[in-house]
């Protein structure tokens, strides 16, 4: 008498396997800290791929000395330095030379990130970014990035829409022609592939073809995201957190950005002219963690550098 041949039930539960097209998607990330944050970090050679490009948030009240200390220890462990220049934060002409200088003679900077700055009033002479790359101060950098934002931004159209926005970003076009720096849009963070897919081909459309490193909010608990998303102005794409925030089952799970950038992804495999190129991490929830999530992802790992 012989048993029944009874099957195994297949194995459930553990990590489930992640999409390869996001580990290519991702592959040469950048992302952002400011220099509290970076004083958590007690080594970032062993969180960050070697070369990554770490932007350093100028948020308003922050030393300069403490922006370019930051900038001289990442420079010093191999990184590419992308430091802010928020324009309404820059009192005058002679602020903005020392900063460069500072940058350029302290940490060997030659990348930079230009944009309008968060406050509501100018502080000087500058009020967006346009008005940094026309000072020709920023002549022997290498790289200069401007802002863009795919769900729009109400500080610069007060009214809704993007009527202003791409008018700015036609502007900066027509710059990076007539400059031998490397320009690029790295934008605010959204949640949602669909407004970041419109929004790509729209400028694609419209002639302006500047790469877009496509900003995207790190793993982080849902109430630090909601948070950050209102004071950020993120737009429809917010609905994914109130929809995540209705099931009680997922509130104290963090938040990933796994499913926008699936969506992304498997765009970018059909679609060889789509123009987002890279990814930039807000890493909301922490460097590490962000870090970690990347590498888990497919990304080159920390490990690299050995």
């Not at 099957?7 to 396997?17: A, D, E, S, Y």
Request: hydrophobic share 45%.
């Amino acid at each position: 008498m012989s048993l029944l041949p009874f099957r195994k039930k297949p194995q459930t539960g553990g990590t489930p396997p992640t999409d390869p097209r996001i580990g290519r998607f991702i592959e040469g990330f950048s992302i952002e800290v400011m220099p509290r944050t970076a004083e958590k970090v007690e080594d970032f050679k062993a969180i960050l791929p070697a070369g990554t490009r770490v932007y350093i948030a100028h948020i308003e009240g922050t030393p300069i000395e403490d922006m370019v200390a930051t900038a001289r220890r990442l420079a010093g462990d191999g990184f590419q330095v992308m430091p802010h220049f928020p324009a309404r934060i820059i009192r005058d002409r002679a602020m903005l030379a020392d900063w460069i200088a500072r940058y350029r003679g302290e940490a060997g900077v030659s990348q930079a990130l230009l944009l309008g700055g968060g406050v509501a009033r100018p502080q000087g002479d500058y009020d967006n970014s346009m008005q940094l790359l026309e000072s020709g101060l920023f002549a022997d950098f290498s790289r200069l990035h401007v802002a863009g934002h795919p769900e729009g931004n109400r500080d610069i159209d007060p009214a809704g829409g993007r009527a202003n926005v791409d008018a700015a970003l036609r502007w900066k076009q027509a710059f990076s022609d007539s400059t031998d720096a490397e320009m690029a849009i790295v934008t605010q963070f959204a949640f949602a592939a669909g407004p970041i897919i419109d929004w790509a081909d729209s400028l694609r459309a419209a002639g302006i073809t500047l790469p877009i490193h496509i900003g995207i909010a790190g793993p982080a608990k849902l109430q630090t995201m909601i948070k950050f998303a209102m004071a950020c102005g993120v737009g429809p794409s917010m609905k994914v957190l109130q929809k995540r925030a209705k099931d009680v089952t997922k509130l104290l799970l963090p938040f990933e950005p796994t499913e926008v950038l699936t969506d992304l992804a498997a765009h970018a495999a059909t679609d060889p002219d789509f123009n987002v190129t890279h990814v930039h991490f807000f890493p909301l929830g922490g460097i590490r963690t962000c870090a970690d999530w990347a590498a888990t992802h497919g990304a080159a790992p920390a490990v690299a550098q050995a």
